[in-house]
């Protein structure tokens, strides 16, 4: 019997407007000096999702990964400033970058299907 290949189901403008939603409302919030812990984990759960997505599904997308990943290392320090000090900041010099981060997931988010967003979110709920 022939093997079937898995049915690709495309993302939908909702889910992507939900994964743009989180991303923006958290780094908006982290503009206007509202930034917190839980604004931090919707932000960097977004990205990494993308990013570990597009990396499992081998994108062609030209400095997709790379762009991300600048966003990522970002995203560690803004994370270990906040635990250290408990103040939760994206500073003005960091913001283009994780800007920059957010931009290519929206972009990326497009060209990959929904279950390897759902499974790629659970793989890293999993290792956390």
Same mark, same amino acid.
């Given at each position: 019997?022939?093997?079937?290949? %898995?049915?690709?189901? %495309?993302?939908?403008?909702?889910?992507?407007?939900?994964?743009?939603?989180?991303?923006?409302?958290?780094?908006?919030?982290?503009?206007?000096?509202?930034? @917190?812990?839980?604004?931090?984990?919707?932000?960097?759960?977004?990205?990494?999702?993308?990013?570990?997505?597009?990396?499992?599904?081998?994108?062609?997308? %030209?400095?997709?990964?790379?762009?991300?990943?600048?966003?990522?290392?970002?995203?560690?320090?803004?994370?270990?400033? &906040?635990?250290?000090?408990?103040?939760?900041?994206?500073?003005?010099?960091?913001? %283009?970058?994780?800007?920059? &981060?957010?931009?290519?997931?929206?972009?990326?988010?497009?060209?990959?299907?929904?279950?390897?967003?759902?499974?790629?979110?659970? @793989?890293?709920?999993?290792?956390?």
């Amino acid at each position: 019997m022939k093997k079937r290949k %898995p049915l690709r189901v %495309p993302v939908t403008r909702g889910l992507k407007d939900i994964y743009a939603m989180d991303m923006h409302a958290a780094y908006q919030a982290a503009v206007a000096c509202q930034f @917190n812990v839980v604004a931090f984990g919707r932000l960097a759960a977004a990205i990494m999702v993308v990013r570990s997505s597009l990396e499992a599904h081998q994108t062609r997308l %030209p400095d997709a990964i790379e762009t991300l990943d600048a966003a990522i290392a970002i995203l560690r320090e803004v994370r270990k400033k &906040g635990d250290e000090t408990e103040v939760w900041e994206i500073s003005e010099s960091e913001r %283009p970058v994780v800007l920059s &981060g957010i931009e290519m997931a929206e972009q990326c988010i497009g060209t990959l299907d929904v279950a390897l967003l759902a499974q790629t979110a659970a @793989n890293l709920l999993q290792r956390a």
